[in-house]
């Protein structure tokens, strides 16, 4: 049977497969969902909250390249005369890599190279296993009203945190009270154990009565019917997923700008030494400053520019996080939608997806690479060895 034959069985069956099984709305938020039961784990539960399933999928990726980067030097050891299959692919790409590095940051690739190459493979392995089949799809069953009670317990207890003075947090107090008919103890920017079990009770019992999720049936999870605007009574079921893209969770996303642009720093201080790289920041550090402003005042406007320089510095961090997060997470609620709404139409798509994960990966570790090669040149274009 020719290969056409298998894709449309393929797209017929998941059109069968849509008309006896619609296919769930998908449950969207930007933090990572917590595994149930994991707030109460001894390490992670009392510092995070709970292990989250982006941290699980960020420690999947590692462990995929670590696993690549082994088995691929333990080959290299062995390899024959003429290095064929994937090792000589792999060995391609790399040497690729290097040389297109080497043509930005010059003899200085043997430093940021690891760091260029690394963050290259974290990133497009955690972005392209989001791909697989069933990533975040297959996970843990979790009743949706203790979940989202749960969610309304720590934003009561947040916009108490925030509240400006005894007053108004008496005043939101008394509110919560008043709507949900239990008495708090608030104390130390939480309630205590007896106040948090009878508020989420009642607030659980209320979201219960609006059968929010969907349904439970054996090991799926199928999309809940409206009849009359109601839902069956037994309407109250989600899934956390085990895993999700790791990139569309901002602490992924931020982590990994903040080791780039500490990496920068250190990079700048190490060839310029402290003076040297200060003086980029703050112009009357430099050797003769005063005397170079009386004459030419114009050289004053450095003092500005520098402090500009500064303020890119921390931006850059921004700039990083968000971008990779924007494009991960948003392609992500894109397949989201298009499977909800038919199952073959997400496949038209992956195709892009594939493509954005590697461009992604590869602007991030790019601009990283361009940064570490910026901040190892002096204003006049002279290096500095320490």
């Not at 106040?195 to 607030?203: Q, T």
């Not at 520019?305 to 921004?318: D, P, Q, Y």
């Not at 199952?343 to 954005?356: S, T, Y």
Request: hydrophobic share 55%.
């Amino acid at each position: 049977m020719k290969k056409r034959y298998f894709i449309y069985l393929g797209i017929i069956a998941l059109i069968a497969l849509q008309i006896l099984m619609p296919p769930v709305r998908p449950y969207i938020q930007l933090p990572g969902e917590v595994y149930p039961g994991s707030a109460s784990w001894p390490i992670f539960g009392a510092v995070f909250g709970g292990w989250t399933n982006t941290a699980m999928a960020a420690v999947l990726a590692w462990i995929a390249v670590l696993v690549l980067v082994f088995r691929l030097n333990a080959r290299s050891r062995t390899a024959d005369e003429v290095p064929t299959g994937f090792y000589n692919f792999f060995e391609m790409i790399v040497e690729g890599a290097y040389n297109f590095a080497e043509g930005i940051a010059g003899q200085k690739v043997k430093d940021f190279f690891p760091f260029f190459m690394t963050f290259i493979l974290v990133i497009l392995f955690a972005n392209w296993m989001s791909l697989i089949p069933g990533w975040d799809a297959i996970g843990l069953w979790e009743p949706l009203p203790h979940f989202e009670a749960e969610k309304q317990v720590t934003a009561i207890e947040a916009d108490l945190e925030a509240a400006a003075d005894v007053a108004e947090r008496e005043a939101i107090l008394a509110s919560v009270e008043g709507q949900y008919g239990v008495d708090l103890f608030y104390e130390s920017g939480h309630f205590s154990a007896e106040s948090h079990e009878a508020l989420l009770h009642e607030i659980e019992v209320e979201i219960d009565e609006q059968n929010v999720g969907d349904l439970r049936r054996g090991v799926f999870l199928l999309r809940a019917e409206e009849t009359d605007g109601v839902k069956p009574a037994d309407a109250d079921w989600t899934i956390v997923p085990f895993v999700r893209p790791a990139a569309s969770d901002l602490n992924m996303t931020i982590a990994l700008a903040l080791v780039a642009m500490v990496m920068v720093q250190y990079y700048g201080f190490k060839y310029l030494g402290i003076r040297g790289y200060l003086t980029k920041f703050f112009a009357f550090l430099s050797p003769g400053f005063i005397d170079q402003v009386k004459a030419n005042p114009i050289r004053g406007m450095d003092l500005v520019v520098g402090l500009l320089e500064l303020v890119s510095e921390f931006s850059k961090i921004i700039s990083f996080a968000f971008r990779l997060l924007g494009n991960i997470f948003a392609g992500m609620v894109l397949l989201f939608v298009m499977a909800a709404l038919l199952p073959i139409a997400n496949m038209g798509f992956f195709g892009l997806e594939f493509f954005v994960g590697l461009i992604q990966a590869m602007v991030f570790a790019l601009l990283m690479l361009i940064f570490m090669s910026g901040a190892t040149e002096s204003h006049h274009g002279e290096e500095e060895h320490h």
